[in-house]
């Protein structure tokens, strides 16, 4: 399995490029802003891009959607509980993004939901309370959590519809029974390890 990461957007959201080097079947994690350079390596590289998947609804992770679905084909995926968010609530909650283009989600997913992309499976887990409808996407040995969880830190809960209290237990009871090896990549900042946060991540105790 290959990650890319590409910081994209005015919060440098990380977007990431997951390629099953076997079958060069690949998704795309939050691309929150200008996909070009995202688009031309899945180009030059001749990788299919079977999903675009958003850990949730924010502005800063779904920006660079719509180009990035009508240049690939690839289908949208999204917790059914942040549609309100994708479908505009967000340009409201954060107008900087006041020119986002708007894009149809074409699969709603929810815990324990598997997709496939190539040889690897993908395995969602409900990670609410950054916004009701947070999702992590579990690889493997690694997850992505979009801002769930972070090195050191936990997503914010002061947005509307946030609540700190399910976020701290979907943590809990979907994140940190995972593996202690396994790699988290945050949808900001650099990446750690669920045994890590376990250990350290003062939010946590």
């Known amino acids: 399995m290959i990650v890319k990461t590409y910081e994209m957007g005015y919060f440098q959201t990380n977007c990431y490029l997951v390629v099953d080097d076997e079958t060069n079947e690949a998704f795309c994690v939050d691309p929150g802003?200008?996909?070009t350079e995202l688009i031309e390596d899945?180009?030059?590289?001749?990788?299919?891009?079977?999903?675009?998947?958003?850990?949730?609804?924010?502005a800063d992770h779904i920006a660079g959607v719509k180009k990035l679905k009508d240049e690939t084909g690839a289908l949208v995926v999204a917790h059914k509980r942040d549609s309100y968010l994708i479908e505009g609530g967000t340009i409201e909650l954060i107008p900087i993004y006041s020119n986002m283009k708007l894009f149809d989600v074409d699969l709603y997913v929810e815990q324990q939901n598997v997709l496939k992309v190539g040889n690897l499976e993908l395995k969602i887990l409900e990670t609410p309370g950054h916004t009701p409808g947070g999702i992590s996407i579990l690889v493997g040995d690694s997850v992505f959590t979009g801002d769930a969880l972070f090195r050191g830190s936990i997503g914010r809960t002061d947005?509307?519809?946030?609540?700190?209290?399910e976020l701290i237990k979907s943590i809990k009871e979907n994140l940190?029974?995972?593996?202690?090896?396994?790699?988290v990549y945050p949808g900001h900042g650099i990446y750690t390890t669920i045994g890590l946060e376990k250990r350290f991540n003062p939010f946590l105790k």
Do not use: A, E
Not at 42 to 58: A, D, E, K
């Open 42 to 58: 899945i180009r030059s590289m001749n990788f299919n891009l079977r999903y675009i998947i958003l850990t949730h609804g924010h």
């Open 33 to 35: 802003g200008d996909t």
């Open 176 to 183: 940190l029974v995972l593996d202690d090896k396994t790699k």
């Open 159 to 165: 947005f509307p519809n946030g609540n700190k209290d």
